[in-house]
């Protein structure tokens, strides 16, 4: 019975055993009572991702409020008492501001679009066009259904993206054969593309929002940008998922015929849906030029789809907080570490100078590649971005290999590579649960697709880097 609980003991004794231990014990080794804290606090947060005992965005929840009681200036009276190695408390506002963090603010304005996008049958409409010109040859019926499902994942939750384009393959899939390794092949392609896809924007998955956070100053990286080298990654990436796949899983059907019913709507406000979304798109591949971040360009739609009562306060309700309160748990946990002083001490502690910055760039990938496997994929994140950035900016010698950008970057690619298993993403379980994918087989061709994944990605980053596309 012990053991069964200690998904729900673990996060309790860890965290409260670090906090009872002696404040002298840390001042040995140069850490204040704050720092003390915050690894408390850091051990919570980790366990509760991993072990899972409460849903990962209530463990945000926690982690802000614990913030806020333990290491704020304005929390409780005991852990203000002044003494020699308390060290530096966090502005409570600035905690209690990663609610409504600019990057809070943009993953809202993808939400708004994706959204409306869906009421107003923009992506069915979308799927249907875009899926003419690749006949009736099964190979290429997966391509282009991985292309779309990849496009839809740029700008729409991975999980939605997968729900819909599954809806449309169903009918498919059934006219196959029950031994044909084309049906595997068909229910894998939509996970592995959406999984793919949503590293190509800023807002496609929130492991690219919580990389923003740590992009900043003269390592900024815009949204156009940003697709510079994730459009190309997600291309190339998708062409040898695809390979794989016909490789691995070949169909013996000869011709798949594929019917989307459906016509764009033509109504004011789908017009305006229409509109919205391509100018939304626009303003932010041309920040450069008209000067406004990708940030401010987010609220946009959220303005517009408000005032023309697209969006109403009943679709507001199905908007994906507990995805924003997620990433908001992951930023304030950066904070903590950051302005405590604790991830400088603890990348400081370690002698990373004395190893070579490729070993550290592909062990900080492969850690974040292994963990995205078997927690969230913004958990890891959360987990790895603060000290990774900390560790990038203190090292001279990653210069030559693209410095912190890269690093950050690759790291943040990593985590949304884990696609390994049925519990990796939300699209993996929703394929899995279809009934035509065993486990081994989702996994054989995750493993590949991971390793080789970071391998690129390491690759063009590095590439773009000496071009001065980033960096």
């Given amino acids: 019975m012990i053991i069964k609980n200690l998904k729900y003991i673990l996060p309790v004794i860890i965290p409260l055993i670090i906090l009872l231990l002696p404040s002298d014990s840390f001042a040995i080794v140069g850490l204040t009572s704050v720092e003390q804290r915050v690894i408390a606090i850091f051990a919570m947060a980790t366990l509760c991702w991993i072990l899972e005992p409460i849903p990962i965005f209530a463990t945000s929840v926690v982690i802000i409020v614990s913030e806020l009681l333990l290491i704020s200036d304005k929390g409780l009276w005991f852990a203000k008492t002044a003494s020699p190695d308390l060290g530096h408390l966090i502005s409570h506002k600035t905690i209690m501001a990663t609610f409504a963090s600019p990057i809070i603010m943009l993953f809202l304005g993808g939400f708004f679009l994706a959204m409306a996008a869906t009421k107003y049958r923009l992506d069915i409409n979308l799927a249907r066009v875009l899926l003419k010109p690749f006949g009736t040859n099964p190979k290429y019926v997966m391509l282009g259904l991985m292309i779309i499902t990849a496009i839809f994942s740029m700008f729409m939750s991975n999980t939605a993206t997968t729900v819909m384009m599954l809806s449309i393959l169903a009918p498919v899939i059934a006219l196959l ?16 593309a959406a999984n793919i896809g949503g590293i190509a924007t800023p807002i496609g998955t929130p492991p690219n929002a919580i990389a923003l956070k740590y992009l900043v100053n003269e390592n900024s990286v815009s949204f156009g940008q940003w697709m510079v080298f994730g459009v190309p990654f997600v291309a190339v990436l998708l062409f040898i998922a695809w390979l794989l796949l016909i490789k691995l ?56 789809f408000v005032i023309f009562k697209i969006i109403n306060k009943d679709d507001l309700k199905r908007i994906s907080w507990d995805v924003l309160w997620l990433v908001s748990g992951g930023i304030a946990l950066g904070v903590a570490l950051d302005e405590s002083g604790l991830a400088k001490n603890a990348v400081a502690a370690i002698p990373f100078a004395n190893f070579h910055p490729l070993l ?25 971005l603060p000290l990774v950035a900390a560790l990038g900016a203190s090292m001279q010698s990653l210069l030559p290999y693209g410095g912190e950008v890269v690093l950050i970057l690759g790291v943040t690619f990593a985590a949304s590579l884990g696609m390994s298993l049925p519990i990796s993403t939300p699209p993996n379980a929703l394929a899995y649960a279809s009934g035509n994918i065993e486990t081994k087989q989702m996994a054989k061709i995750g493993v590949i697709l991971g390793i080789v994944g970071v391998l690129i990605a390491y690759a063009m980053l590095y590439i773009l880097n000496k071009s001065h596309f980033i960096g």
């Fill in 249 to 304: 899983f070949p169909t013996s059907t000869e011709q798949i015929n594929l019917t989307i019913k459906g016509k764009f709507l033509k109504t004011p406000k789908a017009i305006t849906v229409y509109v919205t979304f391509i100018l939304t798109i626009l303003l932010w591949l041309m920040g450069d030029i008209h000067g406004m971040n990708s940030y401010v360009v987010a609220l946009i739609p959220v303005a517009v």
């Fill in 360 to 384: 550290l760039i592909t062990g900080a990938s492969v850690l974040c590649l292994v963990m995205a496997n078997f927690i969230s994929h913004t958990a890891a994140a959360n987990l790895l």
């Fill in 177 to 192: 054969a029950k031994q044909d390794l084309g049906k595997v092949a068909f229910s894998l392609s939509v996970p592995i």
